[in-house]
T-cell receptor, first 113, second 113 residues
Framework: SAVISQKPSRDICQRGTSLTIQCQVD?????MFWYRQQPGQSLTLIATANQGSEATYESGFVIDKFPISRPNLTFSTLTVSNMSPEDSSIYLC??????????FGQGTRLTVV | AQSVTQPDIHITVSEGASLELRCNYSYGATPYLFWYVQSPGQGLQLLLKYFSGDTLVQGIKGFEAEFKRSQSSFNLRKPSVHWSDAAEYFC???????????FGKGTHLIIQP
């Protein structure tokens, strides 16, 4: 199984600033996914990130707010831009490994004040 | 629209008793199905997954799930729960490939001594 590392694990940020979350995988994977888990809620897919192409965003999420990079097959970043308290959530990275969607990082717990 | 429904928001079970958590899905075709567990402050841990074949799937920590196409269900079971099983349980589904996961709202499991 793939091992996924996310950084930072948590952060407290001022409103109006941006935070970039990193996701590193210990093996090459085709697709990486970013999810948001708002307090007390379930997970919602933000976007799918393929190496060498633009990320595909789900309804309700836009590139200007959540720009994503996927420079190679083991790494991706998600930026939460111009943050507001409503962005306080856990952000999770997930990967497809050998054709199986299954593995998640530990998540980044973001608090916007 | 694709959806995953977990009808029970909270379930309370006595330690040592059996457990069944319900999950229903609505997809155009039979999706890939997953169960995850999330303990407080922790990431998501994959319990088991169903792609095809045997409809009774064995997972980690003594969990199993049964896929029933006629009922569009993928219920999670455990014959005897332990206090350490107290957590949030998420059912998820995917159409495969670049589809990402659609999550249910989760079931909060409480274990009574």
């Amino acid at each position: 199984s793939a091992v996924i590392s996310q950084k930072p694990s948590r952060d407290i940020c001022q409103r109006g600033t941006s935070l970039t979350i990193q996701c590193q995988v210990d093996s090459q994977v085709t697709m990486m996914f970013w999810y948001r888990q708002q307090p007390g809620q379930s997970l919602t897919l933000i976007a799918t990130a393929n190496q060498g192409s633009e990320a595909t965003y789900e309804s309700g999420f836009v590139i200007d707010k959540f720009p994503i990079s996927r420079p190679n097959l083991t790494f991706s970043t998600l930026t939460v831009s111009n943050m507001s308290p409503e962005d306080s959530s856990i952000y999770l990275c997930s990967v497809e490994d050998r054709g199986q969607l299954a593995f998640f990082g530990q998540g980044t717990r973001l608090t916007v004040v | 629209a694709q959806s995953v429904t977990q009808p029970d928001i909270h379930i309370t079970v006595s330690e040592g008793a059996s457990l069944e958590l319900r999950c229903n899905y609505s997809y155009g075709a039979t999706p890939y199905l997953f169960w995850y567990v999330q303990s407080p402050g922790q990431g998501l841990q994959l319990l088991l997954k169903y792609f095809s074949g045997d409809t009774l799937v064995q997972g980690i920590k003594g969990f199993e799930a049964e896929f029933k196409r006629s009922q569009s269900s993928f219920n999670l079971r455990k014959p005897s729960v332990h206090w350490s099983d107290a957590a949030e349980y998420f059912c998820a589904a995917s159409g495969g490939g670049a589809d990402g996961l659609t999550f249910g709202k989760g079931t909060h499991l409480i274990i009574q001594p």
